[in-house]
T-cell receptor, first 111, second 114 residues
């Protein structure tokens, strides 16, 4: 298995634009997590899914952020509209029976 | 490219015993080093981090870690384990504090016997 795959690796966008980050979890994993890492706040859990159902989205900063998991092999994190303070590295992780594996992250820069 | 290894996939200790989780890294410059814990059904929680200064770092929940540059290691320790410490522990390395070139280790699962 290729591991957790995130795309794109880098994204530069203008303020106000919609940004979609993608994650392909490891096949067979039943949980998926989205994290954000910033200098100010470190690593934050945004949302996690179990069996494609959002379980805890209390970490989603505001309504501009939304996440979906339409099937077991794909998830998206969307920011609309994006703002400069959204600039960060976004990590996706998937797990099975509590063992998590992380993607390489998407570095988002909003200018 | 940077990498992180955690040689122990699964460790079992008795409650009250001491604990050491190993972490080795490969990095071309002075790294930022982190230890995170993930309890079942929860996200990652930062235990401690090292950037510079004193190589023995104190964290939350009674954990500490020691940075040894000569061994490229950043092992996590706790003198007396509690049953609530059972979880998955991740070591991570990065270029800075905000995710650049951030790499997680594969994790070590800790089981605690009563």
């Amino acid at each position: 298995d290729a591991g957790v795959i995130q795309s794109p690796r880098h994204e530069v966008t203008e303020m106000g634009q919609e940004v979609t980050l993608r994650c392909k979890p490891i096949s067979g994993h039943n949980s998926l997590f989205w994290y954000r890492q910033t200098m100010m706040r470190g690593l934050e859990l945004l949302i996690y899914f179990n069996n494609n159902v959002p379980i805890d989205d209390s970490g989603m900063p505001e309504d501009r952020f939304s996440a979906k998991m339409p099937n077991a092999s794909f998830s998206t994190l969307k920011i609309q509209p994006s703002e400069p303070r959204d600039s960060a590295v976004y990590f996706c992780a998937s797990s099975l029976r509590g063992k998590a594996f992380f993607g390489q992250g998407t570095r988002l820069t909003v200018v | 490219a940077q990498s992180v290894t955690q040689p122990d996939i699964h460790i079992t200790v008795s409650e009250g015993a001491s604990l050491e989780l190993r972490c080795n890294y490969s990095y071309g410059a002075t790294p930022y080093l982190f230890w995170y814990v993930q309890s079942p059904g929860q996200g990652l929680q930062l235990l401690l981090k090292y950037f510079s200064g004193d190589t023995l770092v104190q964290g939350i929940k009674g954990f500490e870690a020691e940075f040894k540059r000569s061994q490229s290691s950043f092992n996590l320790r706790k003198p007396s384990v509690h049953w609530s410490d059972a979880a998955e522990y991740f070591c991570a390395v990065g270029a800075n504090n905000y995710g650049q070139n951030f790499v997680f280790g594969p994790g070590t699962r800790l089981s605690v016997l009563p």
